[in-house]
């Protein structure tokens, strides 16, 4: 059992700048990637990005590649998502997944997440 918490999320201008963390606790050593995805109202949960706990490995969705930036905090088992360059597009609520350890993955892919955070609201303001 992990559990995963976002946080971050606000009101922000367009351009602005946002940090979000995912904070994990429980079995956090079964951990094997962390990712991060969105979902604005009427649209389909979108991937946005991920890392691996082992390697920090990054993946990006195309979306915001070269916008945001996913970082996992080694002191802690925290993973942050810093956006930059925040568009109007990018209002959403965000979501924090934890993978855990096993066979078979697609990490662009919610099906491939075993825990959910509850989500954190980013609204973007033109």
């Known amino acids: 059992q992990v559990q995963v918490v976002e946080s971050g999320g606000g009101l922000v201008q367009a351009g602005g700048s946002l940090r979000l963390s995912c904070a994990a606790s429980?079995?956090?050593?079964?951990?094997?990637?962390t990712g991060w995805f969105r979902q604005a109202p009427g649209k389909e949960r979108q991937f946005v990005a991920a890392?691996?706990?082992?390697?920090?490995?990054?993946y990006d969705a195309d979306s915001v590649k070269g916008r945001f930036t996913v970082s996992r905090d080694n002191d802690k088992n925290t993973v942050n998502l810093q956006m930059n360059s925040l568009k109007p597009e990018d209002t959403a609520v965000y979501y924090c997944?934890?993978?855990?350890?096993?066979?078979?993955?697609?990490?662009?892919?919610?099906?491939?997440?075993?825990?959910w955070g509850q989500g954190t609201q980013v609204t973007v303001s033109s």
């Open positions: 429980g079995r956090t050593f079964s951990i094997y990637a």
């Open positions: 890392i691996t706990w082992r390697g920090g490995t990054t």
């Open positions: 997944a934890v993978k855990t350890k096993g066979m078979g993955y697609s990490l662009p892919q919610p099906t491939a997440y075993d825990y």
